[in-house]
């Protein structure tokens, strides 16, 4: 039996079950702050499970105020190996309906002004990222969501903007010309940051509109919500039925657990002692 545990990034509404045990809340500070708010912990179906609400309790954070090294640093800290991240995005094609769930295999980074990388100041690192999600992670969430009877769309490309506004419908049609699937605010820089901390991630994404490339659609955050409130029992169906299988999986085939092996260029006596001390969460496999 593997040691999993499971970390989910979302919305507050999610954490809410009734059959979370040994719950309690941990107050985490990381050499690159505070996450976004308490972590939240316990066990379902005795896997332990670890929650963080992406934009804090009460949704305070705006996309790019989300401290994304921190949260994953405190779900690295306390033992996270596969991470879920459930996000509400806007739709790129026609096929993908309001109310369907997508699992995108590929992103297309469209930030300006996040950090997305652990290192620096001294140490270098180039991950792989060719495939930034999780493939096992993925298969198992996708059967999931199918064995619900929800829609559930297999691979695809999530646009990654700024933000906080949505699309005008000039890049709304732009992306859709490249052939992107959906678009949203959250994805960058947590898969890379998941990726550079070794752990499996995958996202499952609610589309809740037609971004705005339909010239009769308009984005606004009353439909988003509503449709983010109707898939909330989904979304802990999920989570629980990941929570049942999760430990029964072979080993990850994609390589998550081992991103960092061979990645790290610095020598390393010229690492500084601060950095090394700053980043042995992640690098002690590598350089003691």
Not at 33 to 62: A, Q, T, Y
Not at 180 to 202: D, F, N, Q
Request: charged content about 25%; glycine content about 8%; proline content about 5%.
């Amino acid at each position: 039996m593997k040691n999993n545990v499971l970390g989910i990034i979302g919305g507050s509404g999610l954490y809410d079950f009734e059959h979370l045990e040994d719950i309690e809340k941990l107050t985490i500070t990381t050499p690159f702050g505070k996450p976004s708010d308490k972590l939240i912990k316990g066990k379902l179906n005795g896997l332990p499970v670890v929650f963080l609400p992406r934009h804090g309790v009460g949704h305070r954070l705006m996309p790019s105020e989300v401290p994304v090294r921190a949260n994953i640093y405190a779900l690295k800290s306390v033992g996270v190996t596969k991470l879920l991240s459930i996000s509400a995005v806007g739709s790129l094609k026609e096929e993908l309906e309001p109310g369907d769930f997508l699992l995108p295999d590929q992103i297309f980074d469209r930030t300006k002004m996040r950090p997305s990388t652990f290192f620096g100041d001294g140490i270098v690192s180039h991950i792989g990222f060719d495939e930034p999600f999780c493939k096992d992670l993925r298969k198992l969430l996708f059967d999931i969501i199918q064995s619900k009877g929800k829609t559930v769309h297999n691979g695809g490309t999530y646009v990654c903007m700024e933000g906080p506004q949505f699309s005008t419908r000039a890049e709304s049609h732009f992306y859709r010309s490249l052939g992107a699937s959906v678009i949203g605010m959250t994805a960058i820089p947590e898969a890379k940051l998941a990726r550079e901390a070794e752990i499996c991630y995958a996202l499952v994404a609610m589309v809740t509109d037609y971004d705005v490339w339909k010239e009769d659609e308009r984005v606004t955050v009353d439909k988003v919500l509503s449709t983010v409130r109707k898939n909330v029992e989904t979304g802990k169906e999920i989570i629980r039925g990941l929570a049942n299988v999760v430990n029964l999986e072979p080993e990850c085939s994609t390589g998550c657990a081992m991103a960092l092996e061979n990645s790290i260029m610095t020598d390393p006596e010229t690492i500084p002692q601060k950095q090394k001390a700053k980043l042995q969460l992640l690098i002690e496999k590598y350089i003691k």
